[in-house]
């Protein structure tokens, strides 16, 4: 019996272009099946996921328990409107909170860019930071 390995992969939901170019392939022996039937076909596969990297976790910053007279820094990363939101949480900020300073910041580069400078104005004069991330 002769198996399309085109209609395999796409049963098992991979792509034969997924195994073209990575010098693997799919081997298949003949091998005597144990309940006598006669010969079953046997697949060695790679699987194209990879092994993942390691997930480094970080523990969340301390809470405050007030934000009377703490500085609040409002990061605009970029995303479409969000450094409008931030605009207009600041004008709440000063309507309902007058002892909450609030700074606006524009990131430098995209949202997964890093801006040391920023984070380290954060780090010295800031209290807590509210970042526009998009949805």
Do not use: C
């Not at 997930?55 to 009377?68: F, K, W």
Request: net charge positive; aromatic share 8%; hydrophobic share 40%.
């Amino acid at each position: 019996m002769k198996i399309n390995r085109r209609r395999l992969l796409s049963v098992l939901g991979a792509s034969p272009v997924l195994f073209a170019g990575a010098g693997v392939e799919a081997k298949t022996t003949k091998k005597a099946a144990r309940n006598g039937r006669g010969s079953a076909e046997k697949f060695t596969a790679v699987s194209p996921k990879g092994t993942p990297p390691p997930v480094h976790r970080y523990p969340m910053a301390p809470r405050l328990d007030t934000l009377n007279g703490k500085t609040i820094y409002l990061v605009d990363t970029g995303f479409f409107g969000g450094g409008l939101l931030l605009h207009q949480m600041q004008d709440w900020f000063q309507e309902n909170m007058p002892d909450v300073r609030t700074v606006f910041r524009k990131k430098a580069g995209g949202w997964a860019a890093d801006d040391p400078p920023l984070w380290a104005e954060i780090k010295a004069k800031g209290n807590a930071v509210i970042m526009a991330i998009g949805h």
